[in-house]
């Protein structure tokens, strides 16, 4: 069974910075699709950065350009997303999503794997 657990979230103030991990089971991240989505409340759920199998590079979305950038290691199963700079607009429950040998997606529904999301909120 595929499971992935999001970890790493909390409450920091504008300006600081956290790193979610996702942990991978039953995956071989090398074949798969590793994207990060978030919610924020009363919105749907939007994609801010996605890590392509066919070159390893990732595509970051909207507002997060330039603060946020991800890392997996491959042979743990893990994926990260760095965060810095935050913004109270940041705040939202975010999640790690998998699809195997498939292509980066901004939609939601291409993605057959989920965490349970973890919840980030900046505040000072």
């Known amino acids: 069974e595929v499971q992935l657990v999001e970890s790493g979230g909390g409450l920091v103030q504008p300006g600081g910075s956290l790193v979610l991990s996702c942990s991978a089971s039953n995956l071989r991240l090398q074949d798969t699709i590793i994207s990060w989505f978030r919610q924020a409340p009363g919105k749907g759920r939007e994609v801010v950065a996605c890590?392509?199998?066919?070159?390893?590079?990732?595509d970051y979305y909207g507002s997060v350009k330039g603060r946020f950038a991800t890392s997996r290691d491959n042979a743990q199963s893990m994926a990260y997303l760095h965060m810095n700079n935050l913004k109270p607009e940041d705040t939202a429950v975010y999640y790690c999503a998998a699809e195997v040998y498939g292509s980066c997606s901004e939609s939601s529904e291409e993605y057959e794997f989920w965490g349970q999301g973890t919840q980030v909120t900046v505040s000072s």
């Open positions: 890590t392509r199998i066919t070159d390893g590079r990732t």
